[in-house]
């Protein structure tokens, strides 16, 4: 087959979602929105602001919005109103010239009759609708000047029509008297069509019979008469700010032009019963608004009014972009008009962002709680902690010194299946699978044979094993003001959804419970605290926190209790018998006292306890020193981007406590 006997084109996909586009990556989004929820935003809010912001490498609905106001600003700046009225002028300097010139050179012409002539051109008045008005029973001379002037009536018409029917200025040029008619025809038809709706008795087969008639004025296609109405309605209320945005001597000029359009009064008698149809049947279009042009590029009344349209368009896109309206999605963009105004790249942006926001409540990350409020699922929970996990591994694994070592069958009995290794994993190896693993990655890269056989991550397999209870464990952090004000609130709530995923995934048998403490302490789900706003509450009652730990440690009597205390401050609040807190800065001797007291009752029960200070205030040192020394617990003291993996480190040394799993000392 020759193939120079064939050719193709190629050009950007325009027919809607792009068959061959990749499915959305939600990862980014989830990260964003999570992040934000954390640091206090409502999931709604935070979606919004994800949407708003754009991607990485993705624009945004400010992106956009700025977009559209550039465009907006474009318009107004490069144009001004008054092209119709300096193409009429030019026209009649035009005919005025030519005549002037055929009279000089008649010399067939009686002198008076030229004298009389030449004054009726110099008097003419400055106002150029005045002059074209005392010309209409001129009897011209000139060919070419009456050509002229017959054109100023010629383009008025046009112009006219095209305010109402964009198209008409160039569909209409060098028309014959029998498109003149077949316009007035339609124009006579519409009118009575309209008047007849607005009584409420027209019929469908009117509308028919009409654009049977008249289709062809209608590039549009209407397929009903109020899709008709709502087209013409925006051209007309366009072309009425148009009128507005001029000056008041623009617009009496215009006005006074218009009754010489085509010569026919009756046209524009036609055009103001359309108009007066139009408002009626359309009050809520903006019949009076007005624009600032500043310019220099003319537009005639038509392109004008097409101008006004954009910005009207324009203004709708600014609107939806915004979302701040009562129920907006972003399935409401018109992303036709968004094509149509900024460009096809900027739909494209547009219809990922709405598949994003579907997608996230659509693909279940939001889900509606009772109270109507969109809230993040327990399958974003899950892959938010999964991220979260695998970024602390991370940090555990660069620490240096750090030996990654798993106890054999520290998880239970074997099933006898494997899996792929994943951090936090106490399973014992499947050397079978992995050094098989091992092979076929080696056999598929074009290894080298006898060059030996190298293990990476990605080979290991486990061993399935049925979990057995081993801890309980309580992860109690500090809620008080300052944890906000001095930005470890997000760091906390990443490391309850780390510490969360490992205890629920990878150790199944253990006990969490997550209890907060500010002026009161209470236990919190995963996704109550991931909710949790920022607090404003004064009060730090770790006296009420250790007491709901030791009420979770007794319903677990068989587990080894485990205590991981993460704090910025000491305690300045307790619990008193009858239930209220005790609030004192500085710290009550009474608050210490008690506080103490139910820490030692803890560590009678074998509680393993490890407090993690954050902030480097020299009295909270000292008090989380003497406390550890009391129950020969820990005390960590790391930085709030590291807390994640100081925490699970902690959790790990705890639930290997007395094995081979780790030999770094990162107690302060």
């Given amino acids: 087959m020759n193939i120079h006997n064939h050719s193709a084109r190629y050009g950007r996909y325009a027919g809607g979602p792009d068959p061959l586009a990749p499915p959305v990556d939600l990862a980014e989004a989830l990260d964003a929105v999570a992040e934000d929820v954390m640091a206090g935003y409502s999931p709604r809010h935070a979606l919004q602001e994800f949407l708003r912001r754009g991607g990485r490498n993705r624009e945004g609905l400010d992106d956009l919005a700025r977009r559209v106001q550039e465009r907006r600003n474009d318009l107004l700046g490069r144009h001004n109103l008054d092209g119709t009225l300096n193409e009429v002028k030019k026209l009649l300097d035009t005919a005025v010239l030519e005549e002037r010139k055929q009279l000089a050179r008649d010399a067939m012409m009686d002198n008076a009759d030229r004298a009389f002539r030449e004054m009726q051109l110099h008097n003419l008045p400055a106002s150029t609708a005045a002059a074209v008005k005392d010309l209409a029973s001129y009897d011209w001379q000139s060919g070419t000047a009456r050509e002229a002037y017959e054109r ?57 019979e009409f654009m049977a008639r008249h289709g062809g004025f209608f590039p549009e296609n209407p397929q009903s008469v109020e899709e008709l109405i709502d087209a013409l309605a925006k051209r007309a209320a366009a072309a009425q700010r148009l009128l507005q945005s001029m000056s008041p001597e623009q617009r009496e000029e215009l006005m006074r032009l218009s009754a010489q ?114 809230r993040l699922s327990p399958q974003a929970m899950r892959r938010l902690g999964k991220s979260l996990l695998r970024d602390t591994a991370k940090q555990l694994s660069g620490r240096q010194g750090r030996r990654d070592t798993r106890v054999a069958g520290a998880a239970g009995e074997q099933t006898g299946s494997s899996r792929q290794w994943e951090f936090g994993d106490a399973e014992p190896w499947d050397v079978t699978r992995t050094l098989t693993n091992a092979i076929s990655r080696t056999a598929a890269g ?91 509450e004064q009060g730090t009652n770790l006296h009420h926190g250790l007491l709901l730990a030791g009420r979770f440690f007794r319903r677990h009597p068989s587990m080894q209790p485990v205590l991981l205390v993460v704090t910025d401050g000491e305690p300045t609040a307790h619990l008193l018998p009858e239930g209220e807190a005790w609030f004192c800065w500085p710290s009550d001797p009474e608050t210490i006292r008690v506080t103490v007291a139910e820490l030692d009752r803890l560590g009678r029960a074998g509680t393993q306890a490890t407090f993690f200070r954050l902030g480097a205030d020299p009295s909270l040192e000292r008090f989380v020193q003497r406390m550890v020394r ?11 981007g590291n807390l994640g993996a100081a925490v699970v480190g902690e959790y790990l040394r705890a639930h290997f406590r007395g094995q081979a799993f780790g030999d770094s000392d990162w107690a302060s």
């Fill in 152 to 208: 100023i009536k010629d383009l008025l018409g046009r112009e006219a029509l095209d305010q109402r029917f964009a198209g008409m200025k160039q569909a209409l040029e060098g028309a014959t008297e029998q498109d003149r008619e077949a316009v007035s025809a339609m124009l006579r038809d519409l009118n009575t069509l309209l008047d007849k709706h607005r009584r409420g008795e027209d019929t469908d087969e009117d509308f028919q």
């Fill in 261 to 374: 359009a085509f010569g026919s009064p009756e046209l524009m008698a036609q055009l103001g019963q359309l108009d007066d149809s139009l408002r009626a049947l359309r009050p809520g279009e903006d019949w009076t608004g007005s624009e600032r042009f500043e310019g220099q590029e003319g537009l005639g009344l038509g392109d004008g009014t097409g101008v006004l349209q954009d910005i009207a368009e324009l203004d709708e896109l600014a609107e939806q972009l915004s979302q701040s309206y009562s129920g907006s999605t972003l399935g409401d963009l018109d992303l036709d008009a968004l094509a149509r105004q900024v460009g096809q790249d900027a739909a494209v942006t547009a219809r990922t962002l709405a598949d994003i926001e579907r997608a996230m409540q659509d693909g279940g990350y939001l889900r509606r709680g009772a109270d109507g409020d969109l």
């Fill in 446 to 536: 074009g290894g080298t044979p006898g060059s030996g056989l190298r293990l990476t991550p990605a080979d290991i397999e486990v061993s399935e094993t049925e979990a057995r209870t081993q801890a309980a464990v309580v992860l109690l952090v500090d809620v008080s003001f300052s944890m906000a004000s001095e930005g470890r609130w997000v760091p906390m709530k990443r490391t309850a959804l780390a510490l969360h995923h490992l205890v629920s995934t990878r150790f199944r048998g253990d006990r969490l419970e997550l209890i907060t403490f500010g002026r009161h302490a209470q236990a919190m789900d995963i996704e109550g605290l991931t909710a949790l706003p920022p607090l404003r």
């Fill in 630 to 640: 009391r129950v020969g617990g820990r005390v960590v003291a790391p930085e709030a």
